[in-house]
C-alpha cells in the first residue's frame, strides 16, 4: 500500500512541476506547451491466471510537446517572424553549425555587421539569394557601394514576404534580394527534445529535419511583423494545477495514515 501512495505521489508532483513551467511560460514568445497521462502500473506478482493483474500504483508518461498553433501578436518589426503551420527556425551557437536549434521564436535582429541574430545572439540560418539548399548564417548587409558612381548607400528597410524571401532596400529604392529564411520540418515534431529557450534539438522520436522554404512542400506560411505566443491556456492550466494539487494532498494524508496505522502495529 505504501508504494503505491508513494508512486501517486511523486506522479502529481511530476504534474505540477510539467503545470507549473508551461504556465510561467505563458509568454514566452514561440513556447509550445506539454503534457502528459496518468499511467496505471499493473503486476502479475503472486498470480497464476494471466489474466489476473493487481495495481502496483500509477506513473505518469513522459511529457509530450503539444504543437498546436499559437496565436499571433502583431509588432510591425521587419525582423519579428511567426510560422503559421508546420517549420521551426534554425539557429547556431557561434560556428557550431553541426548543433543546430530549432525554434518557433522568430523575434531575430540585424547586428552592426549585418549578421542576422536571435535576442541572445545565435545564428540565425538561411539560403543565400535565390537558392533552396545549403543553408548558411544569413547576413544582410548594411550598406551598399554603387561602383559606378563611387558611393555608398545605407540600407534603409527589410522586407521579408511570406515565403520567408529577404529584399533590402539601399537608398531610396535600390532594392536587392538577399536570400531567405530557411525553415525544418521533423516527421515527429511532439518528439523534438527541449533544450530551454524555447529552442529545440531532433533525436531519434523526432526524426532528422528537412530543411526548405516556407510555402513550399509540407512548409508553413512566414508572417512578418508577427510573433507567435505561446499555445498556453492559462485557464485550463490553472484548473489542472488545482486537480493536481487537491490530488496531491489527498494522497499525502492517506500516505500519513498508513504510515500511522503501521507504526501503531509495529509498536503493539
Known amino acids: ?133 545549403g543553408l548558411i548564417n544569413l547576413i544582410i548587409p548594411t550598406q551598399k557601394v554603387n561602383e559606378s558612381t563611387n558611393t555608398i548607400s545605407i540600407i534603409s528597410n527589410v522586407n521579408v514576404d511570406s515565403k520567408g524571401k529577404i529584399t533590402a532596400t539601399y537608398g531610396l529604392d535600390d532594392e536587392e534580394v538577399i536570400g531567405s529564411f530557411g525553415l525544418a520540418s521533423f516527421i515527429n515534431e511532439p518528439g523534438l527534445n527541449p533544450v530551454g529557450n524555447n529552442r529545440y534539438q531532433f533525436n531519434a522520436k523526432s526524426g532528422e529535419p528537412k530543411y526548405g522554404i516556407a510555402m513550399e512542400k509540407s512548409f508553413g506560411k512566414i508572417e512578418a511583423g508577427n510573433l507567435e505566443r505561446a499555445n498556453v491556456d492559462i485557464t485550463s492550466e490553472m484548473v489542472t494545477m488545482l486537480k493536481t494539487q487537491q490530488a496531491f494532498s489527498g494522497v499525502s494524508r492517506l500516505l500519513q495514515t498508513e504510515i500511522d496505522i503501521t507504526k501503531r502495529l509495529i509498536d503493539g
Open 1 to 133: 500500500m505504501l508504494s503505491i501512495l508513494k508512486s501517486a505521489l511523486n506522479a502529481n508532483t511530476n504534474e505540477m512541476g510539467i503545470v507549473s513551467n508551461n504556465i510561467a511560460n505563458a509568454n514566452s514568445t514561440g513556447f509550445k506547451k506539454s503534457s502528459t497521462n496518468f499511467e496505471h502500473i499493473y503486476s502479475m506478482h503472486n498470480s497464476t491466471d494471466p489474466n489476473k493483474f493487481s495495481g502496483q500504483g500509477v506513473n505518469i508518461s513522459e511529457p509530450r510537446l503539444q504543437m498546436k498553433q499559437g496565436a499571433l501578436q502583431a509588432t510591425g518589426g521587419a525582423l519579428d517572424l511567426a510560422v503559421t503551420g508546420r517549420g521551426f527556425f534554425t539557429v547556431v551557437q557561434g560556428d557550431q553549425v553541426d548543433n543546430p536549434f530549432y525554434t518557433r521564436d522568430g523575434s531575430f535582429n540585424l547586428k552592426a555587421n549585418g549578421e542576422v541574430v536571435t535576442n541572445d545572439g545565435l545564428s540565425v540560418m538561411g539560403f543565400l539569394g535565390e537558392a533552396k539548399a
